[in-house]
């Protein structure tokens, strides 16, 4: 098994019980670009006896361009690349499918991989009809059948396929959604492709690229995290440099909106309101079209929605999350139209890593990894599944004499307490002094005044290397978690 595939293996496993099902499967992969699926789904068929028929869609080609690669696959799976000519409309590019597989054995088992289908399935094209009729008509009752939807716009496989509400309403028998590697995943992933990375070397890297695959395969063996990135994403040409455009223009038609909305968020650490959030787009996006973009976004999983703790009705707010995404904001955009004159100097990028800027931006990417690694902070806490895990924040008034506080992770316990996280990165332990310890119990009695809560308030710091005990320490930190914490195995 590739290096790549050891790591999936929750997908794997349903890949492998479809496969030996005896009855049909109809499975929607979907995912962020670059996050794998073609790849899952090549790796894992390329060596099974199966006949393996796959059609990748092709972004804004006509309908005959797309009736013609597929006309073409058929040919050179089932008939030795004979000369077929292609059929007007896609019920006959199905029939003319259906029949190459009536004229297989019985024993035959047929994996159809319809890659990037939202692509195939253009405006007027009625593909997606088609595809309800064979399925229903013939392909369900087939058991020889294994057919595979995938695509990097999630939105759309989600609304056309999995909530399908007509003719593929309650078809689906799995659905994938496939996800970054995880900081331990992607520790053993740089090993299995022999890059040996102390734990904090692997963070770093986690924060600037997440664990996207791709992005991954680009990490030279000897290079430290400095020299990849300076490499990838501050040279002409550099990988990282052309990737939000390559990025959003594979994923969304009018990409300038979709960009224009993740810039908005990215302006925003904690996080934006969503009616605050739509005032500030086009008057044509500030109904349910931009509500449809935030949804397609999150889905993607560039963003996240969330409802801060004790002001649920203030409403659904939106933060950023997406690695990269973050990094390319605050350190590649802002630079672009000026690359030629400075950012593309030589060492311009390791002169950053001892700058304020790069201390600050660190604590940030930091704090969105610990959101993603909930289960193991959960788990090293020792805390319940059902310890509501949030974040919250209290703004006072204009001129109001109150002061705000902001608690960047809290579980809210069912034995009457709360659990409050302060994450803090450093790659040293972590020294909790006076004017920290005077912050701490500060904020946590702004949370119980403006909270309206009597739970008793336990303070956790979320650090990389620990902390070093003193007086301060022993009397307000109740549990420390490490990084090492976030690279075990999780439970869920």
Known sequence: MSDEMLFRTEEVAVLRQMLESSESEFLALYGRRRIGKTYLIRQFFKQKTVTYFEVTGSKKAPMREQIKHFTQEIARVFYHNAPLLPPINWDGAFEMLKQAMDGQSIESKFVLFFDEFPWMASQNSRLL??????????FSEDPRIKLVVCGSSASWIIKKIIKNKAGLHNRLTQKIRLKPFSLKETKL????????MDNLSVLNLYMIIGGIPYYLKQVNKGDSVAQTIERLAFKKDGFLLQEFDNLFAALFGQQAEYVHILKIIAQHRYGI??????????????????????????EAGFIQSFKPHFHKRQGIYYQLIDEYLLFYYYWIEPIRSTLQVNA????NWLANQNSPQWHSWRGYAFESICY?????????????????ANTWRYVPQKRASEEGAQIDLLFDRPDDAITC???????????VDKLCAENLVRRADVLKKQGKTHKQIFWTLVTVFGITENSYSKKLISHVVTLQNLLEESDD
């Open 129 to 138: 009809e088609v595809v309800e009729y064979y399925w229903n008509r013939h």
């Open 189 to 196: 992933f740089l090993e299995s492709r022999g890059l040996f």
């Open 273 to 298: 309101g969503k009616k605050l959030l739509l005032k500030q787009l086009d008057p044509s996006q500030s109904g349910g079209q931009g509500i449809n973009k935030l949804m397609e976004l999150e």
């Open 344 to 347: 593309l100097e030589p060492g």
């Open 372 to 388: 993603k690694h909930l289960p193991l902070i959960r788990k090293a806490l020792k805390l319940p599944s059902n310890a509501i």
């Open 421 to 431: 996280c302060e994450i803090k990165y450093s790659n040293q332990p972590y020294i």
